[in-house]
T-cell receptor, first 114, second 115 residues
Framework: GENVEQHPSTLSVQEGDSAVIKCTYS??????FPWYKQELGKRPQLIID?????GEKKDQRIAVTLNKTAKHFSLHITETQPEDSAVYFC?????????????FGAGTQVVVTP | GAVVSQHPSWVICKSGTSVKIECRSL??????MFWYRQFPKQSLMLMAT?????????EQGVEKDKFLINHASLTLSTLTVTSAHPEDSSFYIC???????????FGAGTRLSVL
């Protein structure tokens, strides 16, 4: 099955600095790469995603980069704010049979200090 | 975005009883629904994938006789935890996806406490 590794497990940044989280996967058949943000006791929220035909995607302060050859994708948050504090998960999708399913990384606890 | 409703949000039950959790897609037809389990401060673990009209596909290590999944229609999937025990206490989250898009939309989750 898919092996997904996410680093770092915790990340503490000063407000205004940048944060980068990396996700490595093993299945070369993966073709859709989302990042989720989960606040305590809440459902995961999709914050950005990228498909395998694109190398980079940006949405305001958030960006995702994909390196399919090396089988990793990264989440970049610039100008961090206290409300960015949460747990972030990558969950590359892989196709099995005729539909896809997601395997979540272990998560990164991001703490933004004012 | 699409809306997925999950009920109940919190349930407390006695050991040995069964609990049913519902997951509904409110404004789209869900061809696939996923059921996840999440322990405190841990990641989401996929339990099973449910497609309308087909039997659910369970992940390795998940007991299908204990976690019964029924995807009865294009808008409803249910997870029944049978003969629940304290070790089944966890946060259960469903998600749904529709035709022609990768994105999965999550329900709010159900916190199950088995006494």
């Amino acid at each position: 099955g898919e092996n997904v590794e996410q680093h770092p497990s915790t990340l503490s940044v000063q407000e205004g600095d940048s944060a980068v989280i990396k996700c490595t996967y093993s299945d070369s058949a993966s073709n859709y790469f989302p990042w989720y943000k989960q606040e305590l006791g809440k459902r995961p929220q999709l914050i950005i995603d990228i498909r395998s035909n694109v190398g980079e995607k940006k949405d305001q302060r958030i960006a995702v980069t994909l390196n399919k050859t090396a089988k990793h994708f990264s989440l970049h948050i610039t100008e961090t704010q206290p409300e960015d504090s949460a747990v972030y998960f990558c969950a590359p999708e892989r196709l099995t049979d005729s539909w896809g399913k997601f395997q979540f990384g272990a998560g990164t606890q991001v703490v933004v200090t004012p | 975005g699409a809306v997925v409703s999950q009920h109940p949000s919190w349930v407390i039950c006695k050991s040995g009883t069964s609990v049913k959790i519902e997951c509904r897609s409110l404004d789209f037809q869900a061809t696939t629904m996923f059921w996840y389990r999440q322990f405190p401060k841990q990641s989401l673990m996929l339990m099973a994938t449910s497609n309308e009209g087909s039997k659910a596909t369970y992940e390795q290590g998940v007991e299908k006789d204990k976690f019964l999944i029924n995807h009865a229609s294009l808008t409803l999937s249910t997870l029944t935890v049978t003969s629940a025990h304290p070790e089944d206490s966890s946060f259960y989250i469903c998600s749904a996806r529709g035709y022609a898009f990768n994105i999965q939309y999550f329900g709010a989750g159900t916190r199950l406490s088995v006494l």
